[in-house]
């Protein structure tokens, strides 16, 4: 069903609805990676909190630190460098009392004195100078302290007990990672310690991410919309084009319509509008020539056909031989008109079927033509005494670009032609030659009846014959055959009498390859 509804679209519908679709599908895969690009961001930094808490613990476990505020802030001095990397610790006992928080002691080594107890006065001594912002801070600590013992309170009744928990907190435009853990000695719980940190890097990160996919998104369609323009603009139109062009045509329609811009493209679409209007051209060239060909044809036969109906009346009526001979003669050689005229004529048809399939070559003519005067001649000089001879100039080759069978269909018409015209034991001379020109020539010259000098202009036209004599065993189609066949391969054939002696003489240019 699919797959029909696809076929059915326009080329532009098929590329949209195809880009649609790939679009769709990135933006999922998009939408999948920035749902689980914050939880592996968090989880990096999850990792880390536990580190130290676990270092911290066991730390506090080896140095037998007890969870009272004296020893904790000790302890927070005494492993500063634990902690200059973090945001806050925040130490609880048991009882979820606040007993330590690195927030409110200055942990920079460059600010300790050689004791402790100096660093710790000067600690109380920098808050009391500052005790606005230390309110806020307190104010601050006290919601937080409230958050904390919420969460410590889902924490301990929970099944993560005993584990690092983290959670997230975003308010005021910050966002942070809070990781708690219980501490135990000897299997007792003796406190707690919490680890925050500003991850707003996290949330950088990901309005980054999302503000290059957005970015990309829109740039990509964009893209699409171009390009969707130029293939409707420099593509689809040329090609409705050309469907239209082939429509009118197929009609017949009245409407006028023209390629000429497509062709003077030089891309594939250029080349595919000169094809097509060539062969646009040659058909209806053919269509032309076979309309007038039948209306030719119809009218040539329309004259036997009259004859053989007056004959026939004619010899219902009559009761003497002589006349009835006659009528029957004319009977039969109107039918055998008829019948060689629809032979001619289903022949030029075929021909140019075949023409249509068939390639020109590169080929000698002279062993071509010498073969096809060979098997006349001992067909002939049997049959009428007729003989054939081939004569050439010497040379060996005679290149040409051609179709060999269509070569020797146009000797056998001509070789034909001057058989049916010519006397018992005359002589038919087959010549090829190359002039000057580097053309190659061939000419058939026979010791026939010739041509009528007006006609010799009109012998190769369809129909045409100026050999009563001979009426009914010619359609007049010969010749015209033979012409259109040496038209195909660009050259040139003329029809005169002999010079010296009586006959006529068939010459043929083609140009040499």
């Keep these: 069903m699919f797959s029909k509804y696809l076929k059915s679209l326009s080329i532009l519908k098929k ?38 808490i676990d270092n911290t613990i066991d730390n506090l476990i080896r140095l037998d630190v007890k969870f009272n505020n004296e020893d904790i802030r000790k302890f927070l001095f005494s492993t500063r460098f634990i902690f200059q990397n973090l945001d806050r610790v925040i130490f609880f006992d048991n009882d979820l009392n606040l007993i330590g928080d690195t927030d409110t002691l200055d942990l920079d080594p460059r600010s300790f004195s050689t004791r402790l107890n100096k660093v710790e006065f000067e600690s109380l001594e920098e808050e009391n100078k500052n005790k606005k912002e230390r309110k806020k801070i307190l104010d601050l600590n006290d919601n937080e302290l409230n958050t904390f013992k919420n969460v410590f309170d889902i924490y301990i009744s929970s099944e993560e007990y005993g584990i690092p928990y983290t959670y997230t907190q975003e308010n005021f435009n910050q966002f942070k990672l809070i990781t708690i853990k219980n501490v135990d000695k000897g299997k007792i719980n003796i406190g707690y310690i919490a680890i925050t940190e500003n991850a707003n890097d996290i949330k950088t990160a990901i309005n980054e991410r999302k503000a290059f996919i957005t970015r990309t998104a829109i740039s990509v369609g964009f893209v699409i919309l171009i390009f969707s323009f130029v293939l409707s603009k420099y593509f689809i139109k040329p090609i409705q084009n050309l469907v239209s062009y082939t429509k009118i045509i197929k009609e017949k329609s009245q409407l006028k319509t023209s390629i000429e811009n497509l062709k003077n493209r030089k891309d594939e679409l250029g080349l595919l509008s000169n094809s097509l209007d060539d062969m646009t051209n040659e058909l209806q060239k053919r269509v032309t020539n076979a309309e007038n060909f039948s209306t030719d044809l119809v ?157 010799t202009n009109k012998i190769f036209k369809r129909f045409y014959s100026n050999r009563p004599d001979k009426f009914g065993e010619h359609s007049g189609l010969g010749l015209n055959i033979v012409k259109n066949l040496v038209d195909i391969h660009e050259g040139k054939i003329f029809a005169a009498n002999r010079d010296n002696k009586s006959g006529a003489e068939i010459k043929i240019n083609l140009p040499s390859a």
């Design 15 to 52: 590329f949209l609805f195809i880009n649609f679709i790939i679009f769709t599908i990135i933006s999922l895969f998009t939408f999948i990676y920035l749902i689980n690009v914050q939880p592996n961001l968090i989880k990096k930094k999850s990792v880390n909190h536990i580190k130290i």
């Design 299 to 455: 009218h040539e036969i329309r004259n036997p056909l009259a004859s053989l109906k007056s004959a026939s009346e004619i010899l219902q009526d009559t009761n003497n031989s002589d006349e009835r001979l006659k009528l029957l003669n004319i009977l039969s050689h109107d039918v055998q008109r008829i019948e060689r005229l629809i032979t001619d004529y289903s022949q030029i048809l075929k021909d140019e079927v075949a023409l249509s399939k068939e390639k020109m070559n590169r080929i000698n003519i002279g062993p071509i033509i010498q073969s096809v005067v060979e098997d006349y001649n001992s067909i002939h000089y049997l049959k009428k005494d007729i003989k054939i001879s081939y004569k050439n100039d010497g040379k060996e080759n005679y290149f040409i670009n051609g179709i060999e069978n269509r070569i020797e269909q146009i000797i056998a018409n001509l070789l034909d032609n001057s058989i049916s015209f010519s006397k018992m034991g005359s002589h038919i001379l087959v010549d090829v030659s190359i002039d000057h020109d580097g053309q190659v020539i061939i000419k058939i010259l026979d010791e026939g009846q010739g041509f009528k000098e007006k006609d």
